[in-house]
């Protein structure tokens, strides 16, 4: 080894406990490795643990992935954090304790790191909160800053490093949330990409957790005080190339190889947290670092816009309903309870099952009665007049024969006036129908499963601004291999559709008494009941804003 690669190696043993840190038997040059490499090669070794094998090697990338992360111009430097360290702790008893108030909740893994590297960790801490009053709610950066002082040089290029990421200004990406706001926006969007990514475990969780959205507030906490200290400096190597987009991935992939592990050794789920989080302590037992890596990967999640995009309407929902600073989430089960809802077609737990598909937004609200057929009677005009001006909807439907089935529907029945009176298909891909009885299960639409037939279209910026509620998978977003992938939703004087092509996964004629049901491309879905069927009672949901 180089004297070079000693010097790094050398850098930080007042930090690290060098009998904690995995031994390991790389060589490589780091000059040799990483010279002439561009953020996409950086990127590509990156996720084949190219500098895993190295402490060295890895120093020496972290220093030079942190030069391509752009940020604000006044973000401050390695002589800023020396200043203002000198001015708060320029005497040798001055306190560290209390913490910055912004980590409250915060997890605060020392990983290797010694008495000293700790002592480090809370001066770098409060130094960010003494420049950065702006920073009201941070759970990620006591694990993110402690990672990054494994590899740094000093407490100063540590400091500057981490505001790096606190500040990086590159399109749709961000690296750590640092409002109540925003980190609540992130579980919410984590819990829609485990609804359409894990469905096999979103339903485990929906059905062994009165609240969900609890337990999906902990995917950081998987992540960063659960996995080994290996297994998280892989992640470590590809998030700072990619942002949070690869913490969303790892921790889907996690949550899939979750329930495989609970469906093939028929376990009873008593403790849903308790169970996952164990479940991650023990991840040697399942899978190797790489192996989640590869599984993290192979998962084809929307684009990086899609995600911001997603992440932006659940900070406008979070704000309607006016959580914006630190207070504890309803409870799902109070969303959807005995004083709030009363069916005539489902039962309070299909219906809690239902509103754990629709979008984290929306599942904020409780459901409010637009329009009943025992209400309102069996007459499309007034199913139109009931419905309009609200979006999203949930409509419920059952037959003569005691089928139950169903439809999130993501657009105002509004839309179809703009066609004139002829058949006219509007809507997102948000939209997806279901059944409930005999059996519960969910149709989305078929992009969400296979993401790779559609391209994404760049959009111009004030399109962004323009979005209502449902700007999450709208069809202007994607290049389409056919018309017929993407019917959603249609209303005429004759009827209802919902999904179309090659048939139409439900219509309703215009006396909400007779309707047919068949396999469509759109969803990609079998019959949702008896194919001709009548029409015994039919409800449409909206989302009381309360």
């Given amino acids: 080894m180089d ?100 980590l409250t909740g915060s997890v605060m893994p020392e990983y290797c790191l010694t008495k000293e590297g700790v002592t480090s960790l809370k001066k770098i801490l409060i130094c960010i909160s003494n420049l950065y009053p702006d920073i009201t709610y941070c759970p990620l950066l006591p694990a993110v800053t402690s990672l990054i002082l494994h590899y740094s040089p000093d407490e100063a290029q540590c400091f500057e490093n981490t505001c790096r990421l606190l500040y990086c200004n590159a399109p749709h990406t961000s690296y750590i949330d640092h409002t109540f706001l925003s980190h609540e926006a992130s579980c919410m969007t984590f819990g829609d990409l485990a609804n359409k990514h894990c469905p096999a475990a979103h339903r485990l969780i929906a059905c062994s957790s009165e609240n969900i959205f609890e337990v999906y507030s902990q995917w950081l906490v998987w992540l960063f005080d659960g996995l080994p200290f290996d297994y998280v400096i892989r992640i470590l190597d590809v998030y700072l190339l990619e942002g949070q987009k690869v913490l969303y991935r790892i921790a889907l992939a996690l949550l899939r190889q979750y329930q495989v592990s609970v469906a ?206 449902s700007p999450f998978l709208a069809i202007r977003h994607f290049k389409l291999p056919s018309r017929t992938a993407s019917m959603f939703m249609s209303g005429t004087h004759e009827g209802i559709i919902i999904g179309g092509g090659g048939g139409q996964a439900l219509f309703i004629d215009a006396d909400l008494h007779h309707g047919r049901t068949e396999h469509c491309e759109t969803f990609d879905n079998p019959p949702l009941c008896q194919e001709n069927f009548k029409v015994q009672l039919l409800e449409v949901w909206g989302f009381q804003n309360s």
Avoid at 24 to 36: F, R, S, T
Avoid at 65 to 90: E, H, N, W
Avoid at 341 to 362: A, G
């Fill in 3 to 102: 004297s070079n690669s000693t010097q790094i190696l050398l850098c930080y043993n007042d930090f690290v406990d060098q009998k904690k840190i995995p031994k390991l038997n790389g060589q490589q040059d780091p000059q040799e490795q990483l010279h002439g490499k561009s953020f996409k090669d950086l990127k590509k070794l990156a996720r084949e643990g190219h500098w895993a094998q190295s402490h060295a090697l890895r120093a020496q990338a972290y220093q030079h992935i942190f030069q391509y992360i752009p940020c604000r111009l006044m973000t401050p430097d390695a002589s800023v954090y020396r200043d203002v360290a000198c001015k708060l702790f320029g005497k040798q008893n001055t306190s560290l304790d209390p913490l910055p108030e912004f």
């Fill in 264 to 469: 093939s050794e028929g376990l009873e789920v008593t403790d849903l947290k308790g169970n996952l989080q164990s479940f991650v302590r023990e991840i040697r037992e399942h899978m190797t670092a790489d192996k989640l890596l590869e599984k993290a990967f192979g998962i084809r999640l929307f684009s990086r816009k899609e995600i911001w995009l997603l992440h932006m309407a659940n900070r406008k929902a979070l704000m309607e309903k006016g959580v914006t600073s630190v207070q504890h989430r309803q409870p799902f089960h109070l969303t959807v309870n005995a004083d709030n809802f009363t069916s005539t077609i489902v039962t309070i737990q299909e219906m809690r099952i239902v509103w754990s598909w629709i979008p984290e937004r929306f599942s904020l609200f409780s459901p409010a009665l637009l329009f009943s057929t025992s209400e309102n009677g069996y007459s499309l005009q007034r199913f139109y007049s009931c419905c309009e001006g609200y979006e999203p909807t949930v409509l419920l439907l059952k037959t003569t024969l005691g089928e139950v089935c169903g439809a999130f529907l993501s657009s105002d029945w509004n839309e179809r006036k703009k066609s004139g009176g002829t058949t006219s298909f509007f809507g997102t891909g948000e939209c997806f129908v279901f059944t409930v009885q005999p059996s519960i299960e969910r149709y989305e639409w078929v992009f969400i499963k296979r993401p790779e037939l559609a391209k994404a279209v760049p959009l111009p910026k004030l399109d962004m601004i323009k979005y209502r509620l």
